[in-house]
């Protein structure tokens, strides 16, 4: 099992320029979703979906677009990339239901992302 | 509305001395309560679980509801104990969702 895949690993962007940030997953999970770590900020929720086709808003949407075509994908776009959403972005899922108890959330190894 | 504070950003202790890392938390329903772990340059992982009472690596935390809180102790700390530990809350009525603390950050010295 390969987990939550997320690519690219690291990425430089220019104010402006839009990009879209990869999370796939091999695990038949229901639930995905999108986190930004900041220093002193902990883990801020920007999207999460609870399956293929729906999507909700977190703490943090402003900026970002998701959707969820497949059970497996889950991509984070970045519409106009703003210094400000410099960050590590964290792409987990999981089970739902009873299951989730058992096993929580699984991340991907984060894309470290800087805007200039 | 729910809310899960970690109080220090940063701790030290010294390796064999006692460690707690302080998590407290408001909702007005029953939570269920995580410990999750970043070791250094790694990916976050699931450490302990309230509802399955175990202790991981040494380590374990107890729910007390009258305080609120979900504090994580380990008896001796070892230097390999050194991560960003963060304490999270799921909702009983949320489908997956975790809410989480800022983090503490461990540093366990020699």
């Known amino acids: 099992n390969a987990g939550v895949t997320q690519t690219p690993k690291f990425q430089v962007l220019k104010t402006g320029q839009s990009m879209t940030l990869q999370c796939a997953q091999d695990m038949n999970h229901e639930y995905m979703s999108w986190y930004r770590q900041d220093p002193g900020m902990g883990l801020r929720l920007i999207h999460y979906?609870?399956?293929?086709?729906?999507?909700d808003q977190g703490e943090v949407p402003n900026g970002y677009n998701v959707s969820r075509s497949t059970t497996e994908d889950f991509p984070l776009r970045l519409l106009s990339a703003a210094p400000s959403q410099t960050s590590v972005y964290f792409c987990a899922s999981s089970p739902l239901g009873t299951d989730f108890d058992n096993y929580g959330y699984t991340f991907g190894s984060g894309t470290r992302l800087t805007v200039v | 509305a729910q809310r899960v504070t970690q109080p220090e950003k940063l701790l030290s202790v010294f390796k064999g001395a006692p460690v707690e890392l302080k998590c407290n938390y408001s909702?007005?329903?029953?939570?269920?309560l995580f410990w999750y772990v970043q070791y250094s340059r790694q990916r976050l992982q699931l450490l302990l679980r309230?509802?399955s009472r175990e202790s991981i690596k040494g380590f374990t935390a107890d729910l007390n509801k009258g305080e609120t809180s979900f504090h994580l102790k380990k008896p001796f700390a070892q230097e390999e104990d050194s991560a960003m530990y963060y304490c999270?809350?799921?909702?009983?009525?949320?489908?997956?969702?975790?809410?989480f603390g800022r983090g503490t950050q461990l540093t366990v010295w020699p």
């Open positions: 909702y007005s329903g029953s939570p269920e």
């Open positions: 979906s609870v399956g293929a086709g729906i999507t």
């Open positions: 999270a809350l799921r909702r009983g009525s949320t489908l997956g969702r975790l809410y």
């Open positions: 309230h509802i």
